[in-house]
């Protein structure tokens, strides 16, 4: 059982580069999330999903776009990089109801 | 606007004392509270949960006591190992039951 599985682990982007982050789950949850983590800033979330062809704004969406075609995946796109999306992004599922959210590994995103 | 707080970055302790960690929320409305540990390099992992019918749950070592009127909940670590070092994060959904919304963390340190 694979649980939350992101791809890339690492990555170096350049200014104004685009890019997917890549995220799925093998547990068949309803819900899904983007959040990125800045340090001493905690989990900040970018976007979420309730359902395959459902997704909604988080907390800091800017520059950033998702989308939601199957319940297995949520990928995240970068369209034009910005140094201040340099972070650690973590994608989670949860089945609401159930009492905890799974997270991926987290993906380490530079860009320069 | 914060809708989850911890106001304490860090917290010091020796092993074998009680740790305790805070976590104060804004809306009266959110009724699902969970607590997540973080190691470096790796995601969140779910550590325990608290539903709004009770004040308090317990799951060995922790424990979590929630106080509705002053929208404050606590998550008690006895007694705290060095293996306990990670960072804590209270989580909360949303009004709506969507969106998990995550405080800044708080970084516990246990000495041995």
């Known amino acids: 059982n694979a649980g939350v599985t992101q791809t890339p682990k690492f990555r170096i982007l350049k200014i104004g580069q685009s890019m997917t982050l890549q995220c799925t789950q093998d547990?068949?949850?309803?819900?899904m999330y983007w959040y990125r983590q800045d340090p001493g800033m905690g989990l900040k979330l970018i976007y979420y999903s309730v359902g395959a062809g459902i997704t909604d704004k988080g907390e800091v969406p800017n520059g950033y776009n998702v989308s939601r075609s199957t319940t297995e995946d949520f990928p995240l796109r970068l369209e034009l990089a910005a140094p201040s999306q340099t972070s650690v992004y973590f994608c989670a599922s949860i089945n609401r109801g159930v009492t905890e959210a799974f997270f991926g590994q987290g993906t380490r995103l530079t860009v320069v | 606007d914060q809708q989850v707080k911890q106001n304490s970055p860090s917290l010091s302790v020796q092993e074998g004392r009680i740790s305790i960690l805070n976590c104060d929320y804004t809306n009266s409305m959110f009724d699902y509270f969970l607590w997540y540990k973080k190691y470096p390099a790796e995601g969140p992992t779910f550590l325990i949960s608290?539903?709004?019918?009770?004040d308090k749950n317990e799951d060995g070592r922790f424990t979590v006591f929630l106080n509705k009127s002053a929208k404050h909940l606590s998550l008690h670590i006895v007694p705290s190992q060095p293996g306990d070092s990670a960072v804590y994060f209270c989580?909360?959904?949303?009004?709506?039951?969507?969106?998990?919304?995550f405080g800044k963390g708080t970084t516990l340190s246990v000495s041995s």
């Open positions: 608290i539903s709004s019918i009770k």
């Open positions: 547990m068949n949850h309803n819900y």
């Open positions: 989580a909360s959904f949303n009004q709506a039951g969507t969106a998990l919304i």
